[in-house]
């Protein structure tokens, strides 16, 4: 068996855990973020201000700024709220990509592609960002856009509008970002089957087909929040912020060491449930939960095609890797419907 960390890089190749050090390097610390938010420089309600103070209010210690087709300036906010180690807003874009199909009933499919850490504006194909070709092909050119940038590419809700088929995202390049819970009150995150049977898998199962693949795709709980007006905390139909986020385990609190990071998976993914520690090698993927309250937990090892390997109920969850899963990831649930979703162990 070839143990392939993800991807000779991953963290979860290394035993890590909060006090962990890499050699005689910084040492490594986890940092809470937001992938997907939205100011007044796109179809936000407030300006990106408020937005990053939000995040730097609530625990966080960093947020990319995902406008549509703008590129908001990260320096005010830093200046405002930035330190080392304390807070950081990085520069970022959501592609809004379109493309056309009369088959669909508004004419048009949603492929939007979020930018992480780009500072240039990346210009949607097509008039009106409407591309006359194929979501596949729009995604390989956005995503060469961002790379060209030193970015880290984010598909964002395929099932949002019923846009994007499973067949349309298998040439994703690896190391690709994958939403697989979008706090976005419409996106249909939980996959659905119309009246004529067709089917559109849930976000998490879309991931779990391409892990089979052997697509090295990480998964990202986010907000895509656009209401920060404290007067509407309790409309929940609103896309409210706080919904999903992700933990990364970097050395320094930069722009470069958090793209780096989740560019080689090295993060895992929360609507609630807190990870204590996170630990993989070649044999074994073990993990320790935070309890949060009288909160009873359930962690499921997933490995190729999405198939349960093995269950374990409390705080504790270790799973020995045979080496035949194809891949081994945990989710982990609670009694309160919160999640978390480690990335993949990738066996070849
Ligand atoms: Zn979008
Ligand atoms: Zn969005």
């Given at each position: 068996m070839h143990f392939r960390s993800v991807c000779g890089a991953t963290a979860l190749c290394l035993s890590v855990g909060l006090s962990n050090f890499a050699g005689a390097q910084q040492p490594l610390r986890w940092f809470k973020g937001n992938t997907?938010?939205?100011?007044?420089?796109?179809?936000?309600?407030?300006?990106?201000?408020?937005?990053?103070?939000?995040?730097?209010t609530h625990?966080?210690?960093?947020?990319?700024?995902?406008?549509?087709?703008?590129?908001?300036d990260v320096a005010p906010l830093?200046?405002?709220?930035?330190?080392?180690?304390?807070f950081l807003a990085i520069s970022a874009q959501e592609v809004t990509q379109r493309t056309s199909d009369p088959s669909h009933p508004e004419g048009v499919r949603q492929a939007h592609i979020n930018a992480l850490g780009i500072n240039t504006m990346i210009r949607p194909l097509g008039e009106r960002y409407i591309a006359n070709q194929s979501i596949a092909s729009t995604y390989a050119r956005n995503i060469a856009e961002i790379r060209k940038q030193g970015g880290v590419a984010q598909v964002n809700h395929p099932n949002f509008r019923w846009s994007v088929k499973l067949s349309e995202m298998v040439d994703l390049p690896d190391s690709t970002l994958l939403e697989v819970w979008n706090g976005h009150s419409t996106v249909n995150n939980l996959g659905g089957t119309d009246s004529s049977g067709n089917v559109f898998p849930s976000h998490e199962a879309?991931?779990?087909?391409?892990?089979?693949?052997g697509k090295v795709i990480w998964g990202v709980a986010d907000d895509d929040s656009h209401s920060f007006k404290p007067e509407d905390?309790?409309?929940?139909?609103?896309?409210?912020?706080?919904?999903?986020w992700?933990?990364?385990?970097a050395d320094t609190l930069t722009?470069?060491?958090?793209v780096g990071a989740l560019r080689r998976g090295?993060?895992?993914s929360s609507t609630g449930v807190t990870l204590r520690t996170l630990a993989a090698s070649r044999s074994e993927l073990k993990i320790e939960i935070a309890l949060n309250s009288d909160a009873r937990y359930r962690t499921e090892f997933v490995g190729r095609g999405g198939r349960v390997l093995a269950t374990v109920h409390g705080l504790n969850a270790r799973y020995a890797i045979t080496g035949n899963e194809g891949y081994v990831r945990a989710r982990i649930t609670d009694s309160n419907g919160l999640k978390a979703w480690t990335q993949p162990v990738i066996i070849r």
């Open positions: 997907h938010t939205h100011s007044l420089n796109s179809d936000g309600d407030s300006p990106a201000l408020d937005v990053a103070r939000w995040y730097r625990g966080y210690q960093f947020t990319f700024m995902t406008d549509h087709e703008f590129v908001t830093n200046a405002m709220f930035g330190g080392p180690a304390r879309v991931w779990d087909s391409l892990l089979t693949r905390a309790d409309k929940l139909e609103l896309t409210r912020p706080g919904r999903g992700v933990v990364v385990r722009p470069g060491a958090i090295d993060f895992y």
